[in-house]
């Protein structure tokens, strides 16, 4: 069992900036790559970006590249979203989320609870 819990979203004017964090527990987790996906409304659930246990990897959405960067603080199992540039297209549910180390980038198949991120015009 992998247990995620985000904070750090919030309202923002486009051209700002955020940062989410991440918090994974369980004794599992060592098993799993972390990252995060993003639901905005009336659409399915998308892959944002990917760190490996290291963070020697990353893997993102091309529509974030250059915008969002993702790192983690292996010995605390944190991982964290640095956002800039947003555009309103970025407002969603933003969700911590894990996926088992057979694949890369992984696969997710546990969430946190989720962050809303809202980016006003």
């Known amino acids: 069992q992998v247990q995620l819990v985000e904070s750090g979203g919030g309202l923002v004017q486009a051209g700002g900036s955020l940062r989410l964090s991440c918090a994974g527990s369980?004794?599992?987790?060592?098993?799993?790559?972390m990252g995060w996906s993003r639901q905005a409304p009336g659409k399915a659930r998308e892959f944002v970006a990917a760190?490996?246990?290291?963070?020697?990897?990353?893997h993102y959405l091309d529509s974030v590249k250059g915008r969002f960067t993702i790192s983690t603080d292996n010995g605390k199992n944190t991982v964290y979203l640095q956002m800039n540039s947003l555009k309103p297209e970025d407002t969603a549910v933003y969700y911590c989320?894990?996926?088992?180390?057979?694949?890369?980038?992984?696969?997710?198949?546990?969430w946190g609870r989720g962050t809303q991120v809202t980016v006003s015009s």
């Open positions: 989320a894990a996926g088992p180390r057979s694949t890369w980038p992984p696969r997710f198949d546990s």
């Open positions: 369980g004794r599992t987790l060592s098993g799993y790559y």
């Open positions: 760190i490996s246990r290291s963070g020697s990897s990353t």
